[in-house]
């Protein structure tokens, strides 16, 4: 088996609402121009989020745009500032607030909301590293694999991430690395805190749920 799921050709687009693909355009430029930015500052990065869950699943329209950064010690104010002066802030005390959360907030210039998580864990470092090309609409956007979406999710834990756990796991079936998910997932899950991954802020208390739950999903053996 492959390390990473091998993806499903085109996301489901629903060419017979213009106002939908209109909404995709202006998602897929916006994504493109920070793309372009990050590459530009030589920052590890790749998207994350409900564009993702597009490609791997064919479904969910988001409204904005996510991804992460690996942040060397140190560099957190250097990537702030390179974004704020690059782009519209979204808030007027968003600078303070990234200080502090390690989130950045901003416009695309064609005016999408744009999220960036700062963070430096081990593994992010893996996750950029699994990360490829996802061909659309012009665009060449560097996502997360589809194990890492999944883990990504399993750690947020809300309703809608479940949900789109599910949908991944249909549309990717066999080619989902079921292992590398819950390798993934367990040690991240077990730690005290999560300062350096940003990602992984979970929701549920209950950590033997979670894992048995993705399990289930992910058609495993239950751990013992």
Known sequence: MAETASEIDG???????????ETLDRLFEAAAEVQEYCRSRDWQFCLV?????????GHRVTKDVDLVI???????????GGFYNRFEQRFDDCWEVSQRTLIVKFS?????????ALGRSRRLLRMIGRASSWHVDGHQLLTSSAED?????????????????????ARQGTALNGELVMREFIPVLQQSHHLT???AQLQRNDHHEAIGLLENYLGLAPTS
């Open 70 to 80: 690996v942040t060397p010690f140190g560099e957190e104010d250097t990537i702030i």
């Open 49 to 57: 989020g409900g564009l993702v869950v597009m490609r791997w699943s």
């Open 11 to 21: 996301a489901a687009v629903p060419a017979d609402q213009p106002a939908q693909v």
């Open 108 to 116: 695309a210039s064609n005016g999408v909301g744009v999220d960036v």
């Open 149 to 169: 979406l999944v883990v990504n999710k399993a750690l947020s834990g809300r309703p809608h991430d479940w949900n789109d756990i599910r949908e991944v796991v």
């Open 197 to 199: 991954d940003p990602l």
